[in-house]
């Protein structure tokens, strides 16, 4: 894999800062395809790979994913200060847009035209999201787990959280220590 600064990197603390700002004012309500697309394929910051690994990591942390991952990206080029950077502009604007929205839904809740306005964009977002994983699934090339392995992981995975209801927390430890182990034996 290669080292994180073969990648291009933002030039300074405020760039970091306005590109978390806009990519959080952009992936409103479904960002995986949104991060995906501007930390990987418009900015180059993370390969496919690493950005699979990273929001892997991301996931399995307390607080939001794309806030976690924000703050491990910033980490990785400017130290504590780009967590923080990143964490801030992962939050201050797009704070403001949420209590703005909360007003108007306020006033305009009971509105039909608002509520069909509300499904469709709930929509959209269930499609971005569908769509970044395939994208997001041709990194499976280079896992060193088998494709079938892969595949069998997340179906169980998915049996388990959707079918069954089991607690997240259950699944990852039940189906992530040995996909873990298995992916460490296959490397070794």
């Known amino acids: 894999m290669p080292h994180p ?6 030039a300074s603390l405020s ?8 990519l959080a004012l952009q992936g409103f309500g479904g960002v ?6 501007e930390l990987v394929e418009r900015r180059g910051w993370l390969s496919r790979e690493e950005f699979v690994e990273d929001w892997a990591v991301a996931q399995i942390m307390p607080w939001p994913n794309v806030v976690n991952l924000s703050m491990m990206i910033g980490a990785r080029y400017f130290g504590l200060r780009g967590a923080l950077v ?4 992962m939050l201050a604007l797009p704070l403001l847009v949420v209590l703005l ?28 999201i569908a769509a970044a994983g395939l994208k997001l699934s041709l990194a499976l090339k280079r896992n060193p787990l088998p494709l ?5 992981l997340c179906a169980l995975g998915f049996m388990l959280v959707a079918l069954l209801k089991l607690p997240l927390v259950l ?16 490397l070794a």
Request: hydrophobic share 60%; net charge positive.
């Open 32 to 37: 995986l395809a949104v991060v995906q697309r």
């Open 171 to 186: 699944v990852l430890l039940g189906l992530g220590g040995p996909g873990c182990v298995l992916a460490w034996r296959r």
């Open 86 to 89: 990143a964490l801030a502009g």
């Open 15 to 22: 760039a970091l800062f306005l590109a978390f700002t806009l």
């Open 5 to 10: 600064l073969a990648h291009p990197r933002p």
């Open 148 to 152: 079938p392995w892969c595949v069998l």
């Open 101 to 128: 929205l909360a007003t108007l839904h306020a006033r305009f809740a009971g509105n039909p035209q608002v509520a069909g306005a509300l499904r469709g964009m709930a929509a959209v977002s269930a499609g971005l």
